[in-house]
């Protein structure tokens, strides 16, 4: 209850006037005492002056007195007025000066030898006058000694104070009264100001309490222009600076899970402790294991061997980078530590290298087999042209011979060169292919009637099966010529003589296709994956013997694949190859 702001404030007032008028009531007994203390001292030394009458009538003897203190009773009542004696509260005493016997007095009352006092002491002891006073008795007097008759006697004034103490009572009584109507008016008014207060705070409480539960929508009504209303505009401004802020947090956390989820390398982030808080789906399939967040996994589990934690966390260069294999892939890791200052984590991401291996093993092998290629035929020239510059009488069928076989390794080179360019088209996208509209089965009779000559010539039986009837298609002529010319080719070279070479040809759907089947030594199973790459050849000494470069079939693949067609190797039982090629009738999209 007490800690509520309502009845602090309550408490508050209540105190404030209650210390208020404690300190007035203390203030004004005070200087009421010190008033009238001043005030009887004042008018005793006035009265009771050295020149004034009734100092001089104290000592002076009268003629035939007998009886002096009656005498000083008598001057004293001739003076009480001035005195203020009024025989109540004020009273003057005659006492023996030497041991302060009361003799005489104003007082009614049966009274005895007054209590001895400081001043009494002063008067009685030292024979001066007694006039010190005292704020915190409750009493004043004035002790005067005096000589008379050639007696000693002190004169002695006592007020009790009653007049103060009545005075006193009665501003006691103002003050409590005035306390009371005070606390009632504090305790109004605290209500009236705690009200004020406290109805725009807890308006506020309750927006802060809808901000905190992720509500921006309500803004808290501003009802006055003082701080509390200052503090309720500025905070409607920083609950929509907050929403705004939020909602751009969003934004970009959204954004970065989404780059996250859909972005090809895989990235797993730790915190300090080795445990996962992120990982995409891209992480989990290139290391081929689940990665939960919060889970078991941790990061000893995934590359502990390869760094330890702590390496990365405490590492001075910007990322540290490890190749490592994982079944048939070949990973690039980058590990480094985010927020270094206060080591929170640490961030791998993990690049699937493996096809930038296999195109840079491929590169190499390729430059190999070229510069194996040219190599022969360059030393094949140089040594005949060699042996005809060195012999100049050679006979004449010798060197027509040798001449023959330098001719040969030129043009060997030559296809070379040209196959070579024409895959260099390829790659980097010069290579235009002209499409035009022509009947498929005319290229396939062309292109029988190309080889038929070659086949009989080793002795093959060539047959063309389905040629009729197919459509019209859209494509670049000559390329698709190339391609089939090469399938043949290759199915001539390979097969033994007397073998049986079939072109089989139709139609599916929105495709037409070709089949070139033959009997011939066929295609190991070990090779049938590799048989399309460029310089790749089953028989290398038979290939290089019948002028094959190895590149024909990587340069009909690529001819193919740009139309948006497949060549493929059909499997099939016994000995032989066949070769399936399809192409779209509409052509490929440009």
Not at 18 to 47: H, P, W
Not at 170 to 181: D, K
Not at 467 to 480: K, M, N, S
Not at 521 to 545: C, N
């Amino acid at each position: 209850m007490l800690r509520s702001l309502h009845m602090k404030l309550v408490l508050i007032m209540v105190l404030l006037v209650v210390s208020l008028m404690t300190m007035i009531g203390a203030f004004l007994i005070n200087s009421v005492n010190r008033f009238y203390l001043n005030d009887f001292y004042s008018q005793m030394a006035d009265v009771f002056g050295e020149d004034t009458a009734l100092a001089r009538d104290l000592v002076t003897s009268k003629e035939g007195e007998t009886d002096p203190v009656q005498a000083l009773d008598e001057v004293l009542k001739t003076y009480m007025w001035q005195l203020g004696v009024d025989g109540g509260n004020r009273n003057y005493y005659i006492l023996d000066g030497s041991d302060c016997t009361y003799l005489a007095g104003s007082s009614e009352e049966e009274v005895q030898s007054p209590e001895i006092t400081p001043n009494l002491y002063t008067a009685m002891n030292e024979g001066e006058v007694g006039t010190k006073s005292d704020l915190t008795a409750n009493y004043m007097d004035l002790a005067i000694p005096v000589q008379r008759g050639g007696q000693s006697f002190i004169i002695y004034i006592l007020d009790n104070r009653g007049t103060v103490q009545d005075l006193n009572s009665e501003i006691f009584r103002l003050v409590l009264e005035a306390l009371v109507f005070g606390l009632v008016i504090s305790v109004l008014l605290s209500f009236l100001l705690s009200r004020a207060m406290v109805t725009p705070i807890r308006a506020l409480t309750r927006g802060a309490k809808r901000v905190a539960e992720g509500d921006f929508d309500h803004d808290i009504q501003v009802s006055s222009h003082d701080e509390i209303g200052i503090l309720t505009g500025t905070f409607n401004d920083m609950a929509d600076q907050l929403q705004t802020t939020i909602r751009e947090v969003e934004n970009e956390r959204t954004k970065l899970s989404t780059l996250f989820l859909h972005m090809t390398d895989g990235v797993v982030a730790f915190n300090q402790s080795g445990e996962v808080i992120h990982s995409n789906p891209a992480a989990e399939e290139m290391l081929n294991m689940a990665i939960p967040v919060g889970g078991d996994v941790h990061y000893n589990d995934l590359f502990g061997e390869i760094a330890p934690l702590e390496t990365i966390l405490n590492l001075d260069s910007d990322c540290l980078d490890s190749e490592t294999f994982l079944g048939d892939r070949f990973l690039l890791l980058l590990m480094a530590p985010f927020d270094r200052e206060k080591q929170a984590g640490v961030l791998v991401v993990v690049h699937d290298v493996t096809q930038q291996v296999k195109n840079e093993t491929m590169r190499k092998e390729f430059v190999a087999n070229v510069s194996h290629e040219l190599r022969t035929p360059l030393t094949n020239i140089r040594s005949y042209a060699e042996t005809l510059t060195e012999n100049p009488d050679l006979p004449p069928d010798m060197m027509s011979s040798f001449l023959g076989v330098i001719l040969n390794e030129s043009d060997r080179m030559t296809h070379i060169v040209q196959d070579l360019l024409t895959l260099s088209r390829f790659d980097s996208g010069y290579s235009q292919m002209s499409l035009t509209s022509f009947p498929f089965g005319d290229v396939l009779r062309d292109s029988y009637q190309a080889v038929l000559l070659e086949a009989q010539r080793h002795g093959h039986e060539l047959k063309l099966l389905g040629d009729a009837d197919l459509p019209v298609i859209r494509a670049d002529r000559e390329r698709v010529l190339q391609v089939i010319m090469n399938i043949l080719s290759n199915a001539i070279k390979y097969t033994p003589d007397g073998g049986r070479i079939l072109m089989l040809a139709g139609q599916t759907r929105d495709k037409v296709w070709l089949e070139v089947e033959d009997n011939g030594i066929g295609i190991p199973e070990e090779d049938r994956g590799r048989i399309f790459e460029r310089f790749y050849r089953v028989d290398k000494a038979r290939s290089r013997e019948s002028g094959g470069t190895g590149l024909g079939l990587s340069i009909a693949q690529e001819i193919i694949q740009r139309h948006e067609g497949s060549l493929t190797l059909v499997e099939r039982e016994g000995p032989g190859t066949t070769v399936r090629m399809e192409l779209k009738v509409g052509g490929p999209r440009v």
